[in-house]
Antibody
Framework: EVQLVESGGGLVQPGGSLRLSCAAS????????MSWVRQAPGKGLEWVAH????????YFVDSVKGRFTISRDNAQNSLFLQMNSLRAEDTAVYYC?????????????WGHGTLVTVSS | DIQMTQSPSSLSTSVGDGVTITCRAS??????LNWYQQKPGRAPQLLVS???TLQSGVPSRFSGSGSGTDFTLTISSLQPEDSAIYYC?????????FGPGTKVDIK
């Protein structure tokens, strides 16, 4: 059974940092691209970033470029999102998601999400 | 960036009725279009990938169609458990943008 479990969310002050983790199981983690998607309270979904299997390719939405980094540890089946210089508008539930072996580059499995609140 | 729009933004209809949700891309995305269902407090769930491929376990009353810039998600006979928000997402070019969502309520 595929499982994605996020952790690391919490309350942080504007300008602060937070590192999110996603523990993966039930599939060959090292074989798939992974991504982070966020959802602000009461709002829609926003794709944030994704990373290739060997970390050679990483892409970010413009609003987080230069502030967020994405990484992975294939030996530990883990995905990470380092978030620096956090702003109030980064407040959201952050989902870890895997890309499936399906046409369309769709996310076939999602974690339950971890809430990040940026507030003083 | 590719902009995604959806219509309607919300709808309310009866059990057994047919529902059609439209998604439009600001430029051609071939058939790199995916549909997700999200229920309150839950993570999104993939329904359709590649514009028309139904995911394993998704009821056959759901179907997707379209290519280029215009796509539809159809629910042939609405069931109570279909009450949710439906999002389209393009996987053609980064950032992989989502539509704003369509909320489906049961009367």
């Amino acid at each position: 059974e595929v499982q994605l479990v996020e952790s690391g969310g919490g309350l942080v002050q504007p300008g602060g940092s937070l590192r999110l983790s996603c523990a993966a199981s039930g599939f060959t983690f090292s074989a798939v691209w992974m991504s982070w998607v966020r959802q602000a309270p009461g709002k829609g979904l926003e794709w944030v970033a994704h990373i290739s299997q060997d970390e050679s390719n990483k892409y970010f939405v413009d609003s987080v470029k230069g502030r967020f980094t994405i990484s992975r540890d294939n030996a530990q089946n883990s995905l990470f999102l380092q978030m620096n210089s956090l702003r109030a508008e980064d407040t959201a539930v952050y989902y870890c998601a895997k890309y499936g072996a399906v046409y369309g580059r769709a996310h076939d499995y999602w974690g339950h999400g971890t809430l990040v609140t940026v507030s003083s | 960036d590719i902009q995604m729009t959806q219509s309607p933004s919300s709808l309310s209809t009866s059990v057994g009725d047919g529902v059609t949700i439209t998604c439009r891309a600001s430029q051609t995305i071939s058939n790199y279009l995916n549909w997700y269902q999200q229920k309150p407090g839950r993570a999104p769930q993939l329904l359709v990938s590649g514009a028309s491929t139904l995911q394993s376990g998704v009821p056959s009353r759901f179907s997707g169609s379209g290519s280029g810039t215009d796509f539809t998600l159809t629910i042939s006979s609405l069931q109570p458990e279909d009450s949710a928000i439906y999002y389209c997402q393009q996987g053609y070019s980064v950032p992989f943008t989502f539509g704003p969502g369509t909320k489906v309520d049961i009367k």
